[in-house]
């Protein structure tokens, strides 16, 4: 469905994506995770022809993304971090101009926009102004608009930064029925509880290349699947076991208290990257984007 081969990009002496190859199996949410940096916006941009490759190449439903971008643009919808809707159009008319956008037949373009916000659970809001609605109605708002030219593939950059937890798992639930219906997922995300819940296969990228790839489970028992955090010279340091057993053996040697839990994702992350996470640092970017009027993409290439 989806087919990198080589790909790099570079911005000046920047190499933001170093020679990277990928096969996205049809009908699967990809997680795609790394620090900021790492290159995932870069990628999503490639993907969806926003950015043109310095070298290598790039498939998506068939269609070579430098050669063929329009047949790109008829098979994706993109689902962009910053919420970039017209304040003047009620949740109706942004999705009928989306429509237009792409030369929708009107009578296709409106039983799509009825199916879309019904799909959102927007139905009773389809006639209020877009600057009324919560943040996560206008993210369920900008994945009916993403979906209503019915592309293949779904490209999501940090769908449901910003949100609280029932709006995020408002738009989870969006994500799963995307799958269930056959759609080809890339999700970006600084939410590694996100990316654990929702993704079929994740892969995590560093440097513009991949460090890790395989399905959450799979890569959690790599890293082992019970850790131990406990105190040390530079702060708190985790260690991993394959069991509860080697666990408690380790915690026996300890002379200071320590926790004992189910190791997850975002500890994979950090063992492979040496960094920690920061969803807020993400909310505070999308946030200022938002506020001036453009995309954090075009600021930090990652």
Sequence with gaps: MIILEDLVKRFGEITAVDHLSLHLEKGKIHGLLGPNG?????????????????????????????????????????????????????????????????????????????????????????????????????????????????????LMDEPSVGLDAHARRKVWDLVRKLREAGRTLILTTHYMEEAQALSDRVIIVDHGKVIADGNPEGLISEAGRVAVDHPGHAGTLTKFFE??????????????PATVRAANLEDVFLKLTGRHVNPKEQEGVAANASRHGHSAARKHHS
């Design 243 to 256: 069991n509860r057993e080697e666990a408690a053996q380790f915690l026996a040697s300890l002379d200071e």
């Design 38 to 154: 790492a290159g995932k916006t870069t990628l999503v941009r490639m993907m969806s022809t926003l950015t043109r490759p310095t070298a290598g190449k790039a498939f998506v439903a068939g269609c070579n993304v430098e050669r063929d971008p329009m047949g790109v643009k008829r098979s994706i919808g993109v689902v962009h971090q910053t919420l970039n809707f017209d304040p003047e159009l009620t949740a109706r008319e942004a999705l009928v101009v989306h429509g237009h956008l792409h030369g929708m037949p009107k009578a296709r373009m409106e039983k799509r926009v009825q199916e879309m916000l019904a799909f959102a659970g927007l139905e009773k809001e389809a006639n209020r102004m877009v600057p009324t609605f919560s943040g996560g109605m206008k993210r369920r708002l900008s994945i009916a608009r993403a979906m209503l030219h019915d592309p293949e593939v779904i």
